[in-house]
C-alpha cells in the first residue's frame, strides 16, 4: 500500500467526487443549461420589448375624427414608440365591425362627460395612455380657452417630483429590479443546493457507506468535501448566471447600467458564498438527522422556513427594517447586496455585514459539525436535535 | 493479531455490549455468531471506530489501535450499499482513495478486483444497473480494498447465492493463508463450522463462549453412544453415568466421573457383542443454543 504522503487529503477527494459527479449528471447540465436559455430570452425578450414600436388602429366615427387626429399627431410626443394610424368609420356598427375583424384595436367614442376607448376584449396599454394623455391636455386647453385662460397658467406650481438625500433616484428602479434577481438566484440556489446536499448526506447515511467512510477518514473531512464542493458548484452556476444576465445587459438598451452594477454584483457573490457556506452545514446537518430519505421533509422544515423567511425578508424589508436586517446573518446575505444595489450604504457597512455572516458562518460549521457526526451513525429512526447534540460518539 | 478487551457499550439503560473478551489470531478466520441484538454489530462498529467505546480498549498487535490502522482494515457494514448513481469504477477507486491509496495504484487494484468477479466489461456500468449478485460483489470489492490489514465483515455471506458464497469463501481463504486476521459474523452455523478456524458466540451483549471448533465441541461433558448386540438395559445401572436416551440395544450416555466409561465398555465386552462405541461431540448448532439459552 502506498503511504499517505503522495495522496490528497481526504476533503479534497470528497469536494472532487461531489463536483464531478453532479457536474457529470444530466439533470444537472440541463437544468443549469435551461436556466441560462431563461436569462438570455428574458432580457432579450425585455429588450425587444423596448424597442419595438407599438403601431395601433384607431377607428372614429365622423363625431370623433377630430380627436382622434389629434391622438393619431400627438402620439409621438407623448410615446415615441407608439404609432396610431386612423381609420374612419361611417357609424357604430361599422366601427364595431372593424373591431370584431381585427382592422382596428380600439374604437374612439365621446360619451357622456367624456371620451370612451372600445376595444373588442382587452384593450391596448400603450394607446390607452396616449389618448388619455392627448384627450386631456386638448380637453384641458379648451377649458382653459373657455374659461380665457391657459393651461399653463391652471398648471402652475402643480409638479410634484421625487429627489433623494442619500443614493441616485434614477437608479432605483434598476436596483429594485436587480435587488429581486440577487434575493431570487441566493433563495433559489441555497434551496436547490441544500435540498441536494442533505439528500446526498441521507443517500450516504442510509446506504451505510458512509461507516465505510467513517472507518477510512474523520467525519469532518466528509463534511467540509461535502460542503466545499457543493459550494463550488453553487458559486459555478450563480456565475455562470450573472455572467449571462450582465453580458446580456449589455446587449440592450440598459448597457449603461452595466459598469454601475458590477460593483454590487462583487458584492454580492462574497455575500452569497458566506451565506451559502452557512446554510449548506444546517443542509448537511437535516441530512444527517434524516434516517431515510422520506424523513428529510420534516428535518428540513426549519430550514425551509428559514429560507423563506430570508426570501421575503429580503423582498419586502425597507427603512430602518431593512437596515437592520442587512446586519442580520444570514438574511443580512441577501439584504445588504439589495442595500449595495440602492446606493447610499457607507463603505464599512458591507465590511461589518460581511465579517457578521461570515463569523456566523464559522458558527454553523462548528456546530453543524458536531451535530452531523454524532447523528451520522445513529441508525434506527429520526434523530432529534437535542439527541444529536447530547449523544456520546 | 487483534484483541478485543472488555469492550462494553451502553445506549441508555440498555448494555448493548457487556465487557467482551476476544481475539482474533493472524492467518485464521473468527467466526462471530450470536442471536439478533446479542451485540455483533456494535462490536465490530467499536472495533471500526464508527462507534465510539464506552469501556474497554481494542489492541492491534499488542497496543491500541489508532485511526491510520482502522484505515488500513477491510470492513463490510451490516447494511449494504454504495452510491447507487455513480460507475461501480470510479466509486471503489474513491473508497481506495480514501483510504489512502494513490489514485493510479488505486485503479489497477480495482481493475484487478472486478476482473477477479467477472466485472471487467461493466466498470463503467452505474451501481444501480447491476444484478443484485453483482452489486453484492462490488460490495465485497470495497471491503477488501485495498489489500487489508485485518478483516472485519458483518454478515458478509447474507443475500449471496451459492457461487458467490464460495468465491467470497476463497477471497477470504486467500487472505487468511497470507496472514491477514479475519473475523466474520453470520448466522449460517453450517458455513460457520465449514469456515471458521475459532468462535465467539455472544449472548445479549456477553461472551458466553469462545474458542476453536473442537476446543467448544470438546468443552462439554462428554457423552458417548454404545451399541450392542443385545438390550442396553442395564446400562441404566452403572454408576458415575447418565443415560440419556436408551432405545433397545443403543444408549447414549453422558460421563459424570472420569474412567466411568472405561468400566462401561469392559461391562459391555463382558456381557457380549459391542458394534459400536464412540464419542459423540454436539454440533455446533446444539453448542450455540446451549450458550445462548
Redesign the interface.
Known sequence: ????K???P?WL??TR?EVV?RIT?KSFLFGTAFMVVLIAGFIGFTAWQDERTDRVTLAATPDAVAMATAIEEGAPQVDEKVEVTLLEVDDREAAETALTEDEADAWLHPVDGGWQLTSESSERGSLTDVAGVVVRQQVLSDNAAAAGTTVEALEAGSTVTTDFLRGDAEKAGVADAVGFVFVFLFYFAALVFGMQLASSVI?EK????V????????LRHLLAGKVLGNTALAMIQLLVYLAVGLVGLSFTPYKSYVPALSGPTAWFIGFFLAGFIALACLWAVAGSLASRTEDLQSTSTPLTMLMLVMFFGGLSLDGRGQVIASFVPPVSAVVMPKRILAGGVEWWEPLLALGLLAAFAAVTVWIGERLYRRAL?Q?GGRVSLRQAWAT?? | MLEIRELTRRFGDNTAVDHVSFEVPVGQMTGFVGGNGAGKTTTMRMVMGVLGIDEGEVLWHGRPITRLDRRTFGYMPEERGLYPKQPILDQLVYIAQLKGLERVAARTQVTELLERFGLGERTKDHLEKLSLGNQQRVQIIASVLPRPAALILDEPFSGLDPRAVDSMVDLLREYTSDGIPVLFSSHQLDLVERLCDRLVVLSHGRRVAAGTVTELRDAGVPRFRLVLGGDAGWVRDQRGLEVLDLDGATALVEVHHDGAEQRLVAEATSRGDVHEFVRVRPALSEIYREATA
Open positions: 500500500m502506498s503511504t499517505d503522495n495522496s490528497e481526504a477527494l470528497v467526487r459527479s449528471d443517500e442510509q446506504s451505510r457507506i461507516e465505510i467512510i467513517a472507518a477510512a477518514i474523520p451513525l441508525t456520546a460518539e
